[in-house]
């Protein structure tokens, strides 16, 4: 009998005590309803499925579309340097110049042998003509030793003169003759000697001009007009041939070289536009076309390399970071402001309002930009109100006016 009056009387006891939490529980709930945060001037909106453009990204690097690498053709030490980093050249314009003290002795050298040659082919040429004259003076002599020899034999024949005129004419006949052969032959001589002189000239013009050339290479010139963005030397360093001096890119014609997933192979072709945004440039797209696609692809990133033009601007700098965006239709997808989305360290999320008015924080996940919107690839459902303006007022479990 005892033992069931003490139970009776725990059991009256829960429901006692299952009562006072009850009507505790009842009262917070009412007294956190009265102490519900209202957030005043926050715009709602409701989110639907709309139709957007589709497109391919791809990220990379902004390059000069021509970039030079100067460097020495000759052993020498640097001993002067013209140009530092960011300084703007012109093409031709003297960059670096290298002690070059032998090649200038062997051009000296070169020009006197030319003089001396040239002295050697006008002594050559004086003796020609005092030769031609020779020749001529030898010509005349045999003329006339020829006529009178004729003479003598006619008068000969008719016993006029004696045997031994007659053997005189013909003497005098055979040296003059022999007299014009020797000087035709002297100036025959004479003609291939001028013939060496010239050979010999031409020789060392050759020198010459050998000579001036290893003297252009201790100064090196810009091949192009740009700006300097790399210097690999300083004044008193020694230049060996080959090793770079200087990097000039052009300053006037970028590109952006972006990597392209294979899968999109096909997809994009020569001259075809892309949107281009660069974070260094601001805001503000540019706009580009395709100029060149390499053809093969990279085994490692299963990616290849796709070039595209880039408009002239005086704050493109080659190493920039940029994305391209290439067009490739439409879709449906919801498309929400870019300020009504909150960050919560690594997390992304919204407010989302319900039918009471209260703004519950709801993760989600974000894809594509679309200037100041942004694309809600799940978290949301078409029909759902956000918040959209005024969202650093706003707390989760917040009553929305």
């Known amino acids: 009998m005892r033992r069931e009056m003490k139970t009776n009387f725990t059991i009256l006891l829960a429901i006692g005590m299952l009562a006072l939490s009850v009507a505790s529980c009842g009262t917070d709930q009412e007294v956190a309803a009265e102490k519900l945060h209202v957030v005043e001037g926050a715009r709602v909106e409701s989110v639907s499925m709309s139709p957007v453009e589709d497109y391919y990204e791809a990220t990379g690097t902004v390059r000069s579309k021509t970039t030079t690498v100067l460097s020495s053709k000759i052993m020498g030490t640097v001993i002067s340097l013209r140009a530092r980093e960011g300084d703007k050249v012109s093409v031709g314009q003297v960059l670096i110049e290298i002690d070059n003290r032998d090649a200038n002795a062997q051009l000296q050298k070169a020009e006197a042998g030319l003089r001396q040659a040239r002295e050697g082919l006008a002594e050559v040429e004086q ?41 005189e004419a013909k003497a005098k006949q055979e040296m003059a003759e022999a007299e014009a052969r020797r000087a035709g032959d002297n100036l025959k001589m004479l003609a291939a000697k001028r013939q060496q ?46 090793a770079p001096l200087l990097t000039i890119e052009d300053g006037s014609h970028y590109r952006l070289e972006v990597a392209v997933e ?71 997808a919801i498309v929400i402001p870019q300020k009504a989305v909150t960050q919560r360290g690594q997390l992304t999320g919204v407010f989302v309002v319900d039918d009471l008015g209260v703004a519950r924080l709801r993760l989600i996940k974000t ?9 809600a690839l799940s978290g949301l459902n078409d029909g759902e109100r956000i918040v959209v303006d005024g969202v650093a007022n706003v707390r989760d479990g917040g009553k929305v006016q």
Not at 201 to 227: C, H, L, M, W
């Open 127 to 167: 003796a020609i003509n005092a030769a031609k004259s020779a020749r001529v003076a030898a010509e005349a002599n045999q003329r006339l030793a020829d006529s009178t020899y004729a003479r003598y034999q006619s008068l000969f024949e008719r016993k006029s003169v004696s045997p031994q005129e007659f053997d």
């Open 197 to 242: 002189a010239l050979a010999g000239i031409d020789q060392v013009k050759a020198e010459v001009a050998n000579g001036q050339v290893f003297v252009s290479y201790a100064r090196i010139t810009s091949p192009i007009s740009g700006v300097v963005v790399a210097k690999h030397t300083e004044v008193g360093s020694t230049a060996a041939p080959g």
């Open 262 to 332: 294979e899968s999109q192979l096909g997809k994009i072709g020569m001259g075809q536009r892309a949107r281009v945004r660069i974070d260094a440039l601001g805001a503000d797209d540019l706009e580009g076309g395709v100029s060149e696609i390499t053809p093969v692809t990279d085994p490692m990133s299963r990616s290849y390399t796709v070039k595209i033009d880039l408009p002239a601007r005086q704050s493109l700098r080659s190493g920039l970071y940029g994305v391209a965006r290439f067009a490739s239709g439409q879709r449906q």
């Open 367 to 375: 894809g594509k930009s679309y200037g100041e919107s942004v694309e």
